[in-house]
């Protein structure tokens, strides 16, 4: 819709943004006919501890993560995590989108985090428009089991940790908006500025 029609119903402060979300939502219409697996906030699945996995099961459900998230970043050009809750699987699985390739992660646990902590505004798949800022630890060491079998120990900073505690909380039940900071969840909320980690301030 040009600007003036929008300007003549209802006014929007912001026109450009308004387009903006007018694109995103036909890209989200897509999603939703061409991915029927994406279970969404609201749906109990969400909202459970999942189960641990052996290796051969917990590859069973990666490889159906994979071709989810696969799908999804076809359609929207983004997607970087997807945790098995997400394509409602109560199961302790998830698998980055890295440069090199897709990591699956089994079984993962976060065994030491950082005191100091960041700001980062999510967006989540099962959240679909919604943005959430959150306060995470800066750094944290995860344990978790990869796709040869073999048990991993690794300290992340940066986006890695913000990105593998994010999927990390799916499977413990817990979504970006429940720990969002007061006032921080938004609709349809695209301001390049804080898609940036943003230290936190303590006076
Ligand atoms: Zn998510």
Known sequence: MPCEALAKEA??????????????????????????????????VLRRQTEKVSVAEGLEVAERLEGVLRRYRSVTGAGRGLAAPQIGESKSVFIIWMDDGIEVFLNPE?????????????????????????????????????????????????????????????????????????GGIQFAAFDPLKQQLRKTMRE
């Not at 999510?122 to 796709?147: F, G, K, N, Q, Y």
């Open 11 to 44: 006014k929007p402060p912001d026109c450009p943004m308004t387009e903006e979300i007018a694109k995103r939502l036909k890209v989200f219409e897509r999603v939703l006919a061409e991915i029927p697996e994406i279970v969404y906030a609201g749906d109990p």
């Open 110 to 182: 976060i065994v030491e985090k950082s005191a100091t902590t960041n700001f980062y505004r999510e967006l989540c798949i099962s959240a679909a428009l919604v943005a959430a800022d959150v306060e995470r630890p800066e750094w944290v060491v995860l344990e978790w089991t990869d796709r040869n079998g073999k048990r991993r120990r690794e300290k992340f900073d940066g986006l890695k940790a913000r990105l593998y505690q994010h999927e990390e909380a799916h499977l413990r039940g817990r979504l970006n908006l429940d720990e969002a900071v007061p």
